[in-house]
Nanobody, 115 residues
Framework: QVQLVESGGGLVQPGGSLRLSCTTSGIIFSLGEVNWYRQAPDNQRDLVAS???????TYADFVKGRFTISRDNAKNTVYLQMNSLKPEDTAVYYC?????????WGQGTQVTVSS
């Protein structure tokens, strides 16, 4: 059974940093595209960042220059480094993987940016 597990969320002050991790069992991240989404209360789920099978990265305009997505193939883990966090970044962050076998979601990790 495929599981995606996010970790690294928490409470941070504005301007601070967090690094989210997404690990998995049952699939190999480097064989597909991995994405980070986020969803704030009463909002839709938005795409934040993507890393393709070939390692190409893309970002939503609202995080460009602040967030970095990366992949460690040896650890089969994808990261989202989040810097210069703002209160509007507060949301549940979800890891998503799209492979030929299917599409998979994690349970999410809460990120709260508040003073």
């Amino acid at each position: 059974q495929v599981q995606l597990v996010e970790s690294g969320g928490g409470l941070v002050q504005p301007g601070g940093s967090l690094r989210l991790s997404c690990t998995t069992s049952g699939i190999i991240f480097s064989l597909g595209e991995v994405n980070w989404y986020r969803q704030a209360p009463d909002n839709q789920r938005d795409l934040v960042a993507s890393i393709s099978r070939g390692g190409k990265t893309t970002y939503a305009d609202f995080v460009k220059g602040r967030f970095t997505i990366s992949r460690d193939n040896a650890k089969n883990t994808v990261y989202l480094q989040m810097n210069s966090l703002k209160p509007e970044d507060t949301a549940v962050y979800y890891c998503n993987a799209r492979l030929l076998l299917g599409t998979y979601w994690g349970q999410g990790t809460q990120v709260t940016v508040s003073s």
